[in-house]
């Protein structure tokens, strides 16, 4: 069964798109694709075959959303009762592969967000209300619980699971089957079950373009914070007088200052270092 040209979409006819939904010029839409009457989906976009896209969802540019996906479905909150103004906003240039699914907000006015150029791997799971950054990427089999905000270029393994309200720090990388319970500090690698910190994500922050000399304030840093034994609020005074205050080691400050749920600490110390 060939497809067929919607005026510069390629619309597979087997695929239901509903009244109302909004396609851009470039869209590809695969066989037995169901799109909602409230979709917007961006230019270039790559739908393949078996995808549902429901709800109040807007899908940037140049997406690709692989087989089985299923984006925009009601929260699995049992306490939500079908909330009609919930949304879902998904940005530009992000890859979505085989059966991720992505939930709208648990609420009615509530979202979940998801930025640019992120990747999310199979199986993996965004529920409602969650926020994601730019450039994360989720391994195979990654959960997030509700309300998860989850800041950019941060990796999280494989079949790991993050509880609901857990804040996940830029730079962060979080190793396979963890158990993340608590704030994941920027800039750190994390492991464990319950997950802990185990020092400095070092190939993380090369690959972003830090230098070693870069680093060196930021490892003394996370250290003191993370690893020393002190009572938190002491050591985080001990990095005020003792450490200079690049603009890496002020941001970690400032995500401890905000945690709600506590900061992961010490567990063994096995920094990547990989150039």
Not at 64 to 81: L, M, N, Y
Not at 196 to 209: E, M, P, Y
Not at 212 to 222: I, Q, T
């Amino acid at each position: 069964m060939s497809r067929i040209s919607r005026i510069g979409r390629i619309i597979h006819p087997t695929a239901i798109v509903a009244e109302g939904a909004k396609l851009a010029e470039g869209v590809e839409v695969g066989p037995y694709v169901v799109i909602g009457s409230r979709v917007e989906i961006g230019a270039n976009t790559r739908i393949a075959g078996h995808v549902v896209i429901e709800g109040d969802t807007r899908i940037g540019e140049e997406c690709s959303i692989f087989p089985g996906a299923c984006i925009g479905t009601a929260s699995q909150d049992k306490k939500t009762k079908g909330a009609a103004d919930a949304y879902l906003r998904i940005g530009s240039g992000n890859v979505i592969r085989e059966y991720v699914t992505i939930n709208c907000g648990g609420t009615d006015g509530s979202g979940t967000l998801i930025g640019d150029r992120n990747l999310l791997m199979a199986y993996c799971h965004v529920a409602h209300d969650c926020v994601l950054g730019n450039e994360v990427v989720m391994a195979n089999n990654a959960g997030l619980a509700g309300h998860v905000t989850v800041e950019d270029k941060a990796v999280i393994g494989g079949f790991t699971g993050v509880h609901q309200f857990v804040r996940i720090g830029k730079l962060s990388m979080t190793g396979g089957l963890s158990k993340v319970t608590m704030d994941v500090p920027p800039f750190s690698l994390c492991d464990g079950h319950p997950m802990k910190f185990c020092g400095l994500n070092v190939v993380g922050l090369k690959r972003a373009g830090y230098a070693s000399k870069d680093l060196l304030e930021l490892r003394r840093a996370l250290k003191i914070l993370f690893a020393s034994g002190l009572h938190l609020q002491n050591a985080v005074r001990k990095v005020k007088e003792t450490v200079r205050m690049t603009p890496e080691v002020e941001y970690t400050l400032a995500f401890i200052k905000g945690s709600k749920r506590g900061i992961a600490r010490v567990g063994k110390l096995v920094e990547n270092k990989s150039d």
